[in-house]
């Protein structure tokens, strides 16, 4: 076998044996994707193609991705977190494509799509039908079809390239940067004759077009959800706010992003380490140490959102003032002060060095031009950690191809390893943690609302259960309530006990506790109003709602 199939082979099986441990079954979503699934859902059993209001992006890619899984056996989350499984295994092949040439050696290439995959961030949007993993997954299917492409000549691939490119743009918005971050590639490379220009300019104003035109089809058939230029209008808030605002925004969402990609990257970053060049290093320490001061002093660094000391999230039922979804104890600033200041010294290193030799590559300088088109792109909005996540293989793919002439010492490699290993285990068993208290929760909400015949507009059963049931665009927040379009919490679905409410009897509860991943899981009633009759919960059973 040669080498090839066996990095291919490697990768499935661990991806394989990974999914093993986390368990991805379960008919209940998780994060954003209640709107997404209601959209795929309509498509499914009505025939008709409408988005939720709470959707901020094109979403035409997913919706008909998901309709596609939907068919064998019907609409249910687990179809839809299996269609996603399935683009990120892709997303890892398309990775290490990228990364590695025939006659490459297998490690450390291997490294680059292994650092993806046990990202505690990717692998937990891998196990939803969040957006972040798919448009990974096509922006990396376009990459190695264009660029092999183009060093080939072959007017085929190129075609196929443009196809997945304007999937990426009718799933997110950040998918018109793939055409112009190829024409910068392109045209960097040697002479730009009339003919390139013209590819270039031709890609960039198809792929724009098809974005246009979906937008306006959307408007004109009513179907334009209201949250679609919810980014749009934030910038330009940001923008009407004052200099000083803008200035705020921008250097936090810098910062922000420099801190995720450090620790991101922190593996891939090893393979630069040279302890030869102390000096130059200490130089970097001191100006990562300097940039994370300063995200400490503007209260920005970690936004959150996915990644938390406890585990993953996101962290979306109603809780006390004591459970913060990040601890911040004593030991987790501890650790991720180490890795995220060691990851930002080694991330400035990374550049460095890859800045020195990207036009050597045409694959290097398509990557890191699209990087950058994202990273100034989302510069006025407010950051999360899983907007950092398309950058690590966007800065693997030239990182590698500078490697190439590097040879990182095997010393490098073993530490790169080692902090990869630190990674995983945090990230499967974190993953595994979430989904296991997801279900769980959906258990409590099952028994509430089929066997106690409670109304789903008396109960918070979290930001995925509100938004499905009592989502609406007229939403009030009540600082007594889950800002979450809760009408009546007589019922509460939470993370631990709540000021001036009891736990319901019979409802099922558990405790999660698996060393750093603490979460309590109760359902509770508010004393004003007598319970229902109790009866103990039948098994967890995956029920629409």
């Not at 045209?187 to 724009?208: D, E, I, M, P």
């Not at 605002?245 to 990609?261: D, E, P």
């Not at 090893?270 to 400490?296: E, G, K, T």
């Not at 060095?353 to 050597?360: D, F, G, H, P, T």
């Amino acid at each position: 076998m040669s080498s090839g199939r066996t990095s291919v082979l490697v990768l499935v099986v661990l991806f394989l044996a990974v999914l093993a441990v986390t368990n991805p079954t379960g008919n209940f979503p998780l994060n954003d994707d209640w709107s997404y699934g209601q959209a795929v859902q309509n498509l499914v059993r009505n025939h008709d193609y409408r988005l939720s209001n709470w959707t901020s992006m094109p979403l035409l890619t997913q919706v008909l991705w998901g309709a596609l899984f939907s068919l064998p056996a019907g609409f249910s989350f687990t179809a839809l977190r299996l269609s996603t499984l399935l683009l990120s295994l892709a997303a890892l092949l398309f990775l290490l494509r990228l990364v590695r040439r025939k006659q490459d050696p297998l490690f450390p290439a291997m490294l680059a799509p292994l650092v993806l995959l046990f990202n505690p961030v990717y692998l937990n949007l891998s196990h939803t039908f969040m957006t972040d993993v798919p448009f990974i997954a096509f922006m990396l299917g376009s990459t190695v079809l264009l660029t092999e492409g183009a060093e080939r000549g072959n007017k085929a691939l190129l075609t196929l390239g443009v196809c997945l490119a304007l999937l990426a743009a009718l799933l997110r918005q950040t998918g018109v940067l793939i055409p112009a971050a190829f024409g910068i590639g392109y045209l960097a490379r040697g002479r730009a004759g009339t003919r390139r220009v013209l590819l270039a300019a031709g890609f960039f104003l198809l792929t724009v077009a098809a974005f246009v035109a979906y937008a306006r089809w959307l408007t004109v058939t009513g179907r334009l959800p209201s949250g679609y230029y919810a980014q749009t209008r934030q910038m330009l808030a940001t923008l009407q706010s004052g200099l000083p605002a803008v200035a705020h925004r921008i250097v936090g969402s810098m910062l922000v992003t420099y801190t995720y990609v450090g620790l991101f990257t922190l593996p891939l970053g090893l393979l630069f380490f040279n302890p030869a060049n102390w000096r130059r290093l200490a130089v970097l320490v001191a100006v990562s140490a300097a940039l994370l001061a300063l995200a400490q002093v503007l209260h920005v660094g970690f936004a959150g959102n996915i990644l938390s000391d406890r585990g993953v999230g996101a962290f979306t039922l109603a809780h006390s003032a004591a459970f913060p979804p990040f601890t911040g104890s004593p030991a987790s600033k501890v650790v991720l002060g180490i890795l995220a200041l060691a990851g930002g010294a080694l991330l400035l290193e990374l550049l460095v060095r890859i800045l020195r030799s990207v036009r050597s590559s045409f694959p290097a300088t398509f990557c890191l031009s699209l990087a950058c088109l994202c990273f100034v792109s989302l510069l006025l909005v407010q950051q999360f950690d899983r907007y950092a996540l398309i950058y690590l293989p966007l800065l693997a793919i030239p990182a590698f191809a500078e490697l190439r002439a590097l040879r990182p010492a095997k010393a490098a490699v073993a530490a790169a390893f080692s902090v990869l290993l630190l990674y995983a285990g945090f990230s499967v068993s974190a993953v595994h943690d979430y989904l296991a208290w997801n279900r769980t929760r959906w258990q409590a909400i099952s028994y509430l609302t089929h066997d106690l015949r409670i109304p789903v507009d008396k109960l918070d059963g979290g930001f995925e259960f509100n938004g499905m049931y009592t989502y609406s665009d007229d939403y009030v927040r009540n600082p007594n309530k889950s800002p979450w379009w809760v009408r009546d919490n007589e019922y509460v679905v939470a993370f631990d006990r709540l000021p001036g409410v009891r736990r319901a009897q019979g409802v099922p509860g558990e405790d999660l506790a698996s060393g750093r991943h603490q979460v309590h899981l109760r359902a509770q009633t508010r004393p004003a109003r007598a319970n229902p009759p109790m009866r103990p919960p039948g098994p967890v059973t995956d029920r629409s709602l």
